[in-house]
C-alpha cells in the first residue's frame, strides 16, 4: 500500500524557516515525481513546488520562489521541503502527493499524505 | 484568484444529477489533461477523475467528467449524502516555466 506521512509542522514567527519531510513507502520512490500541496485554513488547493523523480527538475510556484526549496532523498525515500522568509500567508496544511511518473508535468496527485500544518504568526 | 474558475457552490437533493464546471485557458485545459479532486470534511484530497474523463479504481461510476476546448465539467449522478464535499479540477499550465493550477473549489452541499 502507498502511504506518505508528511512531519515537520509546527509554529514559527515571521521571517522565520521550518523544514517539511514526506516519508513515502510502498513504491519505488524515485521512479516518481512528487509535490507539495498546500491549503490555508478555510481556503482552496494551491500547488506550491514539484519535483522530478531523479531530482534534477524542479518546480515552484511564482507565491515561493526564492524562499522555498524541495529536494528529495531517494536512499531515504523522503521528501523535503525547506521554507524560508515564511510569512503569515504562508500558513497552511502542506500536503505531499505522487505523481503518476517520474516527470512533473502532471496536475495528477494520487495519494496524498494526510498533512501537516504549518503557522506563520507572530 | 484561481487560475481555473469553478462555481464557489452547488447543490442538489438526493437522486438527483449535479453538474460542476470548470474554466481554464489555452495554456491549461487547452493544452492538458483535467483531473478532479474529492476533499470530504477533515480530510486529505482524493483523486476522483484523471486525464479527463477515467475513474481511479474504486471511485463509482456516478461520477463522471468530460473536458471540451478550454472548459471542463464533473457530473455526479444519483446523488448521495456522502458526496457532499469540496471539488477541485486541476491542471498543468504550460505559461512561465510551467506550475500545476487549481480551481477555487466548488462546496457540494446535498439538500
Known amino acids: 500500500e502507498v502511504q506518505l506521512l508528511e512531519s515537520g509542522g509546527g509554529f514559527v514567527q515571521p521571517g522565520g524557516s521550518l523544514r517539511l519531510s514526506c516519508a513515502a513507502s510502498g513504491f519505488t520512490f524515485s521512479s516518481y515525481a512528487m509535490s507539495w500541496v498546500r491549503q490555508a485554513p478555510g481556503k482552496g488547493l494551491e500547488w506550491v513546488s514539484g519535483?522530478?523523480?531523479?531530482?534534477?527538475?524542479?518546480y515552484y510556484a511564482d507565491s515561493v520562489k526564492g524562499r522555498f526549496t524541495i529536494s528529495r532523498d531517494n536512499s531515504k525515500n523522503t521528501l523535503y521541503l525547506q521554507m524560508n522568509s515564511l510569512r503569515a500567508e504562508d500558513t497552511a496544511v502542506y500536503y505531499c502527493?505522487?505523481?503518476?511518473?517520474?516527470?512533473?508535468?502532471?496536475?495528477?496527485?494520487?495519494?496524498w499524505g494526510q498533512g501537516t500544518l504549518v503557522t506563520v504568526s507572530s | 484568484q484561481s487560475v481555473l474558475t469553478q462555481p464557489p457552490s452547488a447543490s442538489g437533493t438526493p437522486g438527483q444529477r449535479v453538474t460542476i464546471s470548470c474554466s481554464g485557458s489555452?495554456?491549461?485545459?487547452?493544452?492538458?489533461?483535467v483531473n478532479w479532486y474529492q476533499q470530504l470534511p477533515g480530510t486529505a484530497p482524493k483523486l476522483l477523475i484523471y486525464?479527463?474523463?477515467r475513474r481511479p479504481s474504486g471511485v463509482p461510476d456516478r461520477f463522471s467528467a468530460s473536458k471540451s476546448g478550454t472548459s471542463a465539467s464533473l457530473a455526479i449522478s444519483g446523488l448521495q449524502s456522502e458526496d457532499e464535499a469540496d471539488y477541485y479540477c486541476a491542471a498543468w499550465d504550460d505559461s512561465l516555466n510551467g506550475h500545476v493550477v487549481f480551481g477555487g473549489g466548488t462546496k457540494l452541499t446535498v439538500l
Open positions: 502527493a505522487k505523481q503518476p511518473s517520474a516527470g512533473t508535468t502532471s496536475a495528477r496527485f494520487d495519494p
Open positions: 519535483i522530478s523523480g531523479s531530482g534534477g527538475s524542479t
Open positions: 486525464s479527463n474523463d
Open positions: 489555452s495554456s491549461n485545459i487547452g493544452s492538458n489533461n
